[in-house]
């Protein structure tokens, strides 16, 4: 094989990893934003809210972990919380700064 091949098939292995990165990181972010808007959808007395808030520390850690697999490595809670609008009680759960 010359190189020339190879190269191609290097180029070719490359792209599709970036493109299941990047369809991971939007598949994340998709689950966050959902889990925020059934956690906000219901109400305060909802024997369920609890497991919602869960399912919404549950998604900003997969999208920080994410984040981290594509190469953001610095700063990943900053950029999600500048990104979507995580509850504080997701955040105090995950003992995180609100």
Known sequence: ????YLSDQHQGLEWELMKEQSGALGRAGKALKAAI???RALPEDDPGRDAALQAVCDAVWNLEM????????????DAILAEFDVPAEALARRGARS
Do not use: S
């Not at 094989?1 to 020339?4: C, D, P």
């Not at 994410?66 to 809670?77: A, H, S, T």
């Open 1 to 4: 094989m010359n190189r020339r």
């Open 37 to 39: 808007a059934d956690y």
């Open 66 to 77: 994410q984040r981290e697999f594509v190469g953001f490595v610095d700063q990943n809670l």
